[in-house]
């Protein structure tokens, strides 16, 4: 390891490789942190000390930083790190004027030393996650809404996709690699060709295979620490009770009338939230039926289920394949607000989407007082 100017004791930024030697030392140098409290749970370098850019200059005054256990030497060597190498390499330029000539930091960051798999620690607040968890979901565990507690809601979740088609798809693909612990997948159907113009999780290859089986292998390969199953039967009267007892949420991408109703009459009673999306042509629309918690129920804005033959179905009407992945991302980030319990669900209201002038709109959807179903709660 040689140093890029001669007149340095240690190089200014090390790569990964090079920082990890330079760990194995005896004594190893004072390895500092220098993100915000809330990038921890992402992991942390084994040993690190945290000490945010901002605390820097506590190092060089009298007292010792609370998080040190001895103050540093100005002959010691010292590296830093930071998300992606730019605040440490802040902190490094200006410990040097400090007098402090064996300070390093890790070019590239965390995320580097990350992408060259290197060993990582948790970070504090993460108990409830193993390293892998820290690693896969790092960009949720930053964001404040989500961060360690929620990450392990959506671990704790458990989501029941009915119907694997266009909105499943889209849908259970983003949920498993969101982390939701439990996803289960139900659809009666096999893949066929014309299919695969929008239901995004099957392949050529699977054509004639059961949707349920197929993407439960899918979704598996995408997160295999969650669990996925595969109900390659019709949603009934029979089996659906138990199915919706089981989960938090049913995201509704069925693709007829009476499995809607189904859902939605029984979801009211077990006082399951249904997120329900649908696509026609180049349109779509979305919503949360969610009568528990003061909403409306899909007999609030329909009564009856429509007369046999009086709409048509995707294979009449046609659909651009894109449609579906538009409508059931946003059912999946419904869902996901759900079990973390945030944001402003869309319950209430109805999303419309019209691809083809490029319009999203809102309208209101009362809960009706005489609602034959939801009235009574």
């Known amino acids: 390891m040689e140093s890029a100017n001669p007149s340095d004791p240690v190089p ?15 004594p190893p140098p004072r390895l500092i942190d220098v993100r915000e409290v809330e990038e921890l749970h992402s992991g942390m370098v084994s040993g690190a000390t945290h000490i945010p850019l901002r605390e820097i200059p506590s190092i060089v005054s009298p007292g010792t930083h609370p998080h040190l256990s001895a103050p540093i030497s100005i002959e010691e060597n010292i590296l830093i790190y930071c998300a992606k190498g730019i605040r440490s390499y802040d902190a490094m330029h200006w410990l040097r004027q400090q007098g402090y000539h064996r300070c390093a930091s890790l070019r590239g960051g965390i995320e580097a030393w990350r992408g060259a798999n290197l060993p990582l620690a948790a970070g504090p607040g993460s108990d409830h996650l193993d390293l892998d968890d820290l690693q896969r979901y790092a960009r949720h ?27 499943g798809s889209p849908a259970a693909l983003y949920l ?3 982390g939701v612990g439990h996803i289960t997948i139900a659809d009666d159907d096999v893949v066929e060709l014309s299919n695969l113009q929008r239901q995004v999780l099957y392949r050529t290859d699977e054509i004639g ?13 995408l997160n295999p620490a969650i669990e996925i199953v595969a109900f390659p039967y019709r949603v009934t009267a029979v089996n659906a009770p138990e199915l919706i007892r ?14 809607r109703f189904l859902i939605n009459d029984l979801c009211v009673e077990q006082q399951t939230p249904v997120v329900h999306g649908s696509v026609y042509r180049f349109e779509g629309q979305l919503t949360v039926f969610d ?11 329909h009564p009856e ?21 538009i409508i059931g991302t946003i059912q999946a980030a419904e869902t996901i607000k759900i079990l973390l319990g945030q944001g402003e669900s869309m319950s209430g209201r109805l999303l419309l989407i019209d691809a083809l002038k490029g319009s999203f709109r809102q309208i209101k959807i009362p809960r009706r007082p005489d609602c034959m179903l939801c009235g009574q709660y």
Not at 14 to 21: F, H, K, N
Not at 209 to 221: E, I, M, V
Not at 291 to 301: D, T
Not at 305 to 324: D, F, K, Q, T, Y
């Open 12 to 26: 200014q930024e090390l790569d990964p490789e090079q920082a990890a030697r330079w760990l194995e030392l005896e």
């Open 246 to 259: 089981d989960h938090h949420v049913v995201l509704d991408g069925a693709d007829n009338f009476e499995t």
């Open 305 to 325: 289920p429509p007369a046999e033959g009086s709409h048509a179905n995707c294979a009449e009407a046609g659909v651009l394949g894109v449609m579906p992945g």
């Open 141 to 167: 565990l930053t964001i404040p809404e989500v961060g360690e507690e929620g990450q392990s809601k959506l671990l704790a979740g458990r989501v029941l996709v009915v119907g694997g088609g266009g909105l």
């Open 176 to 178: 498993a690699a969101a």
């Open 209 to 221: 295979h059961s949707k349920a089986k197929a993407a439960a292998k899918t979704l598996s390969a």
């Open 291 to 301: 009568p528990a918690r003061g909403g409306p129920c899909l007999r609030c804005l």
